[in-house]
């Protein structure tokens, strides 16, 4: 019996809670904040699966006050390598979690696009992020030409490392956002991204195997309520990073709908 019942709880634990986070770039306002709140306490999803929210950091509070008290996380969009100084415009980790976020966005590719963001620098981010008690959801992936040149799993296994150098897999999100998919309205096909997803994990077990499992990995790039479904259903796959679609209340609930559907299948 007893054997049986700890073959059991291993499986149990193989079941990952969906995650579905809400990244609205630079848009949005007080207003919409309101909308999501309203409608996120009416339908109770995140009693089911995780649900975030990272607004711009001028939200935070009111995006505290709002959401957390429903169950909905709230998340930053960024923090700096540093823990303080003189850095002109930076927002650091311990504020982000006194402003009552749980998550931290790091790495998004319009990070490292349009702000120059390298490989080098992300490791310090992360270490920062965990050691204010945030969970760091560290985005990644490859451009089109990387893909093409048949270099996909030299640059994922490369932002990995270099951004993991000493992490706590415990507490991590992985994000895979292709690049050449995100806001361009071409969506990789579930079974490509699955392939990436899987080698995140393998990646994850050669590093920490106790966290492969339970490590959560979305996918980011034109993720919408109709190519949800199928995007959630492939194995490796946890939930989406969630762009576009997530400014619009009615297209995020139904993408936390999908996600919800996964985690009962």
Not at 27 to 49: P, R, T, V, W
Not at 53 to 77: M, R, S
Not at 192 to 203: E, Y
Not at 216 to 238: H, P
Request: with cysteine.
């Amino acid at each position: 019996g007893t054997i049986c019942a700890a073959q059991r709880t291993g499986q149990e634990r193989l079941v990952r809670t969906s995650l579905v986070i809400a990244n609205w770039k630079l848009n949005g306002d007080a207003e919409l904040l309101k909308s999501f709140a309203e409608h996120f306490h009416q339908s109770e999803i995140q009693q089911h699966i995780g649900v975030a929210i990272c607004p711009p950091a001028v939200y935070l509070k009111t995006a505290d006050v709002l959401l957390n008290a429903i169950g909905v996380k709230v998340g930053g969009q960024n923090c700096s390598e540093f823990e303080q100084g003189a850095y002109t415009g930076e927002i650091s980790a311990q504020m982000l979690a006194d402003s009552g976020c749980r998550y931290v966005l790091i790495g998004h590719s319009e990070r490292r696009a349009l702000f120059a963001e390298s490989d080098a620098v992300m490791a310090g981010k992360v270490q920062q992020a965990q050691a204010a008690g945030l969970t760091p959801v560290l985005c990644i992936g490859e451009t089109l030409e990387q893909r093409e040149a048949g270099e996909l799993e030299q640059v994922i296994e490369q932002q990995l490392s270099s951004a993991c150098k000493e992490v706590d897999f415990e507490n991590l999100v992985i994000a895979y956002e292709p690049v050449w998919a995100i806001g361009t309205g071409k969506t990789a096909t579930p079974a490509q991204a699955q392939d990436v997803h899987r080698l995140i994990r393998n990646w994850v077990a050669t590093k920490a195997p106790e966290a492969a499992q339970k490590i959560q990995i979305l996918y980011g790039g034109s993720v919408k309520a109709d190519n949800a479904t199928e995007l959630f259903s492939q194995a490796d796959i946890d939930g989406g990073l969630i762009g576009g679609a997530s400014l619009d209340t009615e297209q995020f609930a139904a993408i936390c709908q999908a996600a919800n559907v996964k985690k009962d299948s």
